[in-house]
């Protein structure tokens, strides 16, 4: 199949960028990642230089892959990423932009290469339970109902690739934020530092130019693990639950 | 001249040596420990759980990773489960069975003490786990759901979903993530180790490339850790991810550090087959598979009829047939063998004949599609997406595929290389696995190494040895970032036409052909010959764009080939050298009438550890002999 693509070139950081144009011949079979890998050999024994994207496992695990395609983040098949996405679901003569994830708090490093550890920094703000390792009681010690072992199992599910920013118009971090805020509200581990962890992480998220949720919803339809919004609620109201009632100093 | 390597295993009982062990080695003094660096490259299962304990109990932490997050290191991507001697299922498992079953599953080539330590400190992996919070799957009465994995004939899996490895992987990441908020780790993504530096022959740094800028940084400490996983990516075509390597240990092999078993490799029995030469990356479907699904091919060579329209007595159940008490789940490395060895007599299937059906249509009969769905229902999703077929309709076509390494650098019992205050965690090392890893397995260890092993020892280093405090402007770092200046040029000046991942492509085949699931003495000497010659056209012929002071992916690239075209050597003739099969090495001279593999203990029971003399010169083997004092040497049979 022929296919023109649009593909956004910026050498750097500081680089305004653009878009340009390219030709190519894919097979069916191959992943949208392979077809770039040949679009890059052709460029490269051309003495042009090749496009710079990010990907590793090529399973739809890492969060590694982040491509906006046709300006759906990870592209037209539901609960897929970019990488996990086959020529198959393009027609012969089909025109596809490729833009990089695009937010203030993910700035472009090349290409279609974007910086990501805004996400990070949230984690770090409290995205975990303080315990240190050798100090855990036995794992039988604290049975869970098997739903709600679910639901924090759904949340935990984020692979943090950051498709529900790039598909915000207001560029939020919510869904990202909201999920480990809810696996952790959901477990009885999660318990002791609840109501800090979901203040300190809206806080840092505010603190790194994320923006503010107006209920799209364009987050959970680009999510490629199916996300459910449902956790932005249960943060808003484990936020609100928090500010009235702060953790003890 | 051929040194004998001291394993520093621990006398005495074999359940008590790693208590005692632990009793023997000098403490650092909690006050102490912010007075030592400690450099931890990786953040994997391995690197993310030691650098997270390290930092924890008051250590000086820097943490370097390619990706541009802890969080996307390789073990993210490990679907079946994690193994533990728990016995919470009461079916007789034991801290002992579980060690038995790991020395017998390596085929008799691992070490007694490190791999029932392996054992002992599995139950503390998943309490550690379940207090982080890791969603690991439970059973209505809220316990934690166990399964048999991979051929066990006890149920000490621990899951979480399809997803264990990520699950796991967040876990370790958010423990190190509290660390780096409270300063006791630094973090530096987006950094590739380079090389190893070493000062009075002690390493005592890194020099990594900042891959946004191509900057070369120094960084030292007074320990360094090798978390970097395996080599699988030597072949090119593997299930690891892209960014995966030999570049970190290769460096530290250069510099001094043996490298163990390289031969040993994992082909994974359930993977999907090739589809065209634009493949990339190969995917593996998740070995839980084989509990449901049978494995067949048709009796007859060449026969291209549909298989739903092959009726069952003109099938093949291969494994059934010749297996009759393990079938479909005999270990990987049998499962492996037979698939190429019914592909290489003309009954494969698919358009490459490279492949074997696996079939669920019994299963769906017997349990109904719904059951099934609830098992395996998002790996049927994956191989739809990825083939187009629907595999509750047709059976999957499956292949095997390079999965996993047992080889990498040499340690001791303590995780030491052969450079005093070099450690190796995880796939990186050879430890634990022998000549064949167990399902759910190399989790196990990865979290073993970083939680508990390395914590405990690494003062055997920092508390054993008079360390002089050095700094980055130590003539060393000077020396060695002026090398790795020079082969950054060197990659750039080639001036050829072929890019990396074209070499890249064509060193694999020739690992695939000569080294891969057969092995004999012919091929794997014309192996050699085509490695060194690819080699010669990597340094004629490479085209690398851009410069070295830029993100350049091509250049990334281009380095970790140029290690891959220098290792492989090493593999191969490891391969060569080992007159014997056992485990995944499979040497075609060495079977039995049945096709099975026939080991020699007689000569062979030894870790085969090789030492670096140069590019083009033969590197030298050293051996570890390895003792068995309390399990006896047996043929494996799963018959
Ligand atoms: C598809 C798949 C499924 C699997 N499923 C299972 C399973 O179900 N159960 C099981 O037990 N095992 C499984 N395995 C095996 C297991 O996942 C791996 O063996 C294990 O995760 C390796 O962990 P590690 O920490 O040693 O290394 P990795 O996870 O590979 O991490 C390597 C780290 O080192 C970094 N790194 C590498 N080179 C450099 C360098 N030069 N400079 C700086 N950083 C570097 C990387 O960035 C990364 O952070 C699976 C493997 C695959 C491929
Ligand atoms: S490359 Fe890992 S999710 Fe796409």
Redesign the interface.
């Known amino acids: 199949m022929k296919l023109t693509l649009e593909i956004w070139r910026q ?2 950081p500081n680089d305004k960028g653009r878009f340009e144009t390219y030709q190519t011949v894919a ?1 069916p ?3 949208f ?3 770039l ?2 679009l ?2 052709g460029l ?2 051309d ?4 496009v ?1 994207f ?11 892959c982040s491509l906006v395609l046709n300006g759906q983040p990870h592209g037209p ?1 539901a609960l ?1 990423t970019t990488c ?1 996405l ?1 020529m ?1 679901k393009f027609k012969d003569g089909d025109r596809i932009t490729i833009e990089p994830f695009r937010a203030d708090a993910f700035p472009v ?2 290409d279609l ?1 974007v ?3 805004s ?2 920094r949230i ?3 409290g ?14 010690g ?5 739903d709600k ?1 679910e639901i ?2 759904d949340a ?2 984020c ?2 690739c950051g498709a529900c920013v790039a598909a915000c118009p207001n560029a939020a971090a919510m869904l990202f934020t909201s999920a480990k805020i809810s ?2 509200a959901m ?1 009885p ?2 318990q002791p530092e609840r109501k800090k962890r979901a203040l300190a992480m809206v806080d840092q998220m505010d603190a790194e130019n994320f923006g503010t949720c107006t209920n799209h919803y364009e987050c959970m339809a680009a999510c490629p693990k199916g996300v459910s919004v449902a956790n932005i609620a249960r943060m808003n109201r484990e936020y609100m639950g928090a500010h009235v009632a702060p953790a003890p100093q | 001249m051929s040194q004998t390597l001291d394993s520093k295993v621990p006398s005495g009982d074999l359940a008590d040596k790693w208590t005692k062990h632990k009793f023997d080695l000098k403490l650092v003094n909690p006050s102490n420990r912010r007075k030592f660096t400690v450099l931890v490259v990786g953040t994997g299962l391995a690197g993310g759980s030691a650098a997270a304990s390290l930092a924890e109990m008051g250590y000086n932490v820097k943490s370097f990773c390619i990706q541009d997050s802890p969080r996307r290191a390789h073990s993210i991507a490990a679907q079946g489960g994690i193994n533990s001697a728990k016995n919470y299922t009461n079916d007789g498992d034991s801290v002992y069975r579980l060690f038995y079953d790991t020395i017998k599953g390596g085929d008799y080539r691992s070490r007694e003490g490190n791999v029932h330590r392996l054992a002992e400190v599995s139950t503390g992996i998943i309490d550690q786990c379940v207090a982080q919070g890791v969603p690991f799957a439970r059973e209505y009465g809220g316990l934690l759901g166990n399964r048999s994995f991979g051929g066990a004939q006890v149920s000490r899996t621990f899951y979480a979903r399809g997803q264990t490895g990520q699950q796991l992987l967040l876990g370790a990441y958010s423990a190190m993530m509290r660390q780096v908020h409270s300063g006791g780790i630094e973090l530096f993504t987006r950094r590739e180790m380079i090389d190893l530096v070493k000062v009075d022959g002690v390493a005592r740094g890194i020099v990594v490339r900042n891959l946004l800028t191509g900057k070369l940084e120094r960084h030292a400490g007074d320990a360094v850790l090798l978390c970097t996983g395996g080599y699988g990516n030597t072949f090119f075509l593997s299930t690891n991810a892209k960014a995966s390597n030999v570049t970190a240990a290769w460096r530290a092999h250069k510099r001094g550090a043996f490298f163990a078993n390289p031969c040993y490799t994992q082909i994974h029995p359930t993977c999907i087959p090739v589809s065209g030469d634009h493949q990339s990356k190969l995917t593996l479907m998740s070995e839980s598979l084989r509990n449901d699904g049978r494995v067949w091919v048709p009796k007859e060579k060449g026969d291209k009829r549909k298989a739903a329209d092959i009726p069952d007595s003109d099938r093949d159940y291969y494994l059934e047939r010749k297996y009759p008490s393990f079938g479909n789940l005999v270990p990987r490395d049998v499962a492996s063998r037979n698939a190429k060895q019914v592909c290489d007599s003309g009954q494969g299937v698919g358009s490459t004949g490279q492949a074997v059906f696996l079939d669920f249509a019994d299963a769906i009969k017997r349990d109904g599609r719904s059951t099934i769905e609830a098992r395996y229902g998002n790996l049927f999703q994956m191989y739809e997406r990825i083939t187009a077929e629907d595999p509750y309709k047709m059976p999957m076509r499956i292949f095997p595929a390079v999965h996993y390494t047992m080889g990498g650098l040499w340690v001791d019992y303590n995780l030491e290389s052969t450079i005093p205050g070099l450690f190796v965690l995880g796939e990186a090392n050879f430890s634990d696995h022998g000549a064949n890893r167990l399902g759910a397995s190399a989790l196990m260890q990865g979290l073993a190494d970083g939680y508990f092993v390395v914590p405990a020892t690494i003062a055997s280093h920092l508390a054993g040895r008079a360390l002089d405090p050095v700094t980055t402007d130590h003539p060393a770092f000077g020396a060695v970032e002026e090398e790795a200046r020079l082969s950054t040029e060197r990659l750039l000046n080639v001036g050829g036409n072929r890019s990396a991942f074209d070499l890249h492509r064509e060193l694999g085949l020739i690992c695939w052909n000569h080294c891969g699931m057969g092995r004999n003495e012919k091929g794997l000497k014309e192996g050699l010959e085509k490695i060194r010659a690819l080699r010669d056209v990597f340094w004629n012929e490479l085209k690398v764009p851009g410069t070295g002071a830029e993100l350049n992916q091509s250049l990334e690239h281009a380095g970790r080939v140029a290690d891959f075209m220098e290792f492989s050597e090493v593999m191969v003739a490891d391969a060569l050298h080992r007159e014997e099969s056992c485990g995944g090495h499979f040497r075609e001279e060495h079977q039995s009438e049945e096709n099975e593999a026939k080991r020699n203990d007689e000569d062979f029971c030894y870790v085969a550890a090789w030492e670096f003399q140069g590019v083009n010169k033969p590197s030298t083997l050293h051996k570890e002999d390895l003792k068995f004092e309390n399990v006896k040497l047996t043929t494996r049979s799963y018959k």
């Not at chain 1, 990010?54 to 590694?64: F, L, S, T, V």
């Not at chain 1, 339970?129 to 036995?138: M, Q």
């Open positions: 050498s750097g097979d079979d191959m992943s990642l392979e077809m890998d040949e890059n050999e490269l024994t003495g042009k230089e090749p710079a990010d990907h590793d496992c090529r399973e739809g695990i890492c969060g590694m098949e897929t996990q086959h198959r490093s090349r290469v910086e990501r550890d996400f990070d984690i770090a703000a995205g975990y339970v303080s315990i240190n390792t050798g100090a855990a009681p036995d794992a039988h604290l049975p869970i109902e098997k072992a924090a199992m935990a599910a692979i943090g696996q952790l477990l581990q999660g």
